[in-house]
T-cell receptor, first 116, second 113 residues
Framework: DSGVTQTPKHLITATGQRVTLRCSPR?????VYWYQQSLDQGLQFLIQ???????AKGNILERFSAQQFPDLHSELNLSSLELGDSALYFC???????????????FGEGSRLTVL | QQPVQSPQAVILREGEDAVINCSSS?????VHWYRQKHGEAPVFLMI?????EQKGHDKISASFNEKKQQSSLYLTASQLSYSGTYFC??????????????FGTGTLLAVQP
């Protein structure tokens, strides 16, 4: 158990719909990262937040948005869903802002999104 | 740019050795290695820092060649539990608030009895 909690674990929805994925980081971790993993694909970085502020953006579509709340949990909002958005969405947390240089990311178990 | 890993896949028998390589077109400040079992979250294995410091796993070792912008993961006397997909990860910057971990293309390792 990494200490990172993601909900829901599974989600099935239709094209055009909107969903929200939630992530609670490890206690004390200020940074939250979102990654997308499509079927048999690698981990694509979407976005990072640190203590409530957006810090880095990756290959995140305009239809997607995220935020980190004062209690440090984060939500990833996916709208106007398309078939190609079906994927496993991982949240990871770390203690510090620049952690990728010196420390590890702790991953949640992921939210599997299926768009029909 | 995404680091490139090789091989893409490897099949071993228990007890055999394997090497997984990670190459980057950009300067490497540090290299992370993660293992992901099917349907599970990636799990941290180790990190290699500039200057040779290594933090991580007891039974898996790795090297980091800064000049060649490469890292290799060495799995010796492989066990069934080593099966999974291995990802290397490299930070986007030396340091800074916008640092993010970019993962490589992945290497699928299957260890058979």
């Amino acid at each position: 158990d990494s200490g990172v909690t993601q909900t829901p674990k599974h989600l099935i929805t239709a094209t055009g719909q909107r969903v929200t994925l939630r992530c609670s980081p490890r206690s004390g971790d200020l940074s939250v990262y979102w990654y997308q993993q499509s079927l048999d694909q690698g981990l694509q970085f979407l976005i990072q937040y640190y203590n409530g502020e957006e810090r880095a953006k990756g290959n995140i579509l305009e239809r997607f948005s995220a935020q980190q709340f004062p209690d440090l949990h984060s939500e990833l909002n996916l709208s106007s869903l398309e078939l190609g958005d079906s994927a496993l969405y991982f949240c990871a947390s770390s203690v510090e802002e620049g952690e990728p240089n010196t420390g590890e990311l702790f991953f949640g178990e992921g939210s599997r999104l299926t768009v029909l | 740019q995404q680091p490139v890993q090789s091989p893409q896949a490897v099949i071993l028998r228990e007890g055999e050795d394997a090497v997984i390589n990670c190459s980057s077109s950009k300067a490497l400040y540090s290299v992370h290695w993660y293992r992901q079992k099917h349907g599970e979250a990636p799990v941290f294995l180790m990190i290699l820092l500039k200057g040779g410091e290594q933090k991580g796993h007891d039974k898996i070792s790795a090297s980091f060649n800064e000049k060649k912008q490469q890292s290799s993961l060495y799995l010796t006397a492989s066990q069934l539990s080593y099966s999974g997909t291995y990802f290397c990860g490299t930070p986007s910057h030396l340091y800074g608030a916008t640092n993010k971990l970019i993962f490589g293309t992945g290497t699928l390792l299957a260890v058979q009895p």
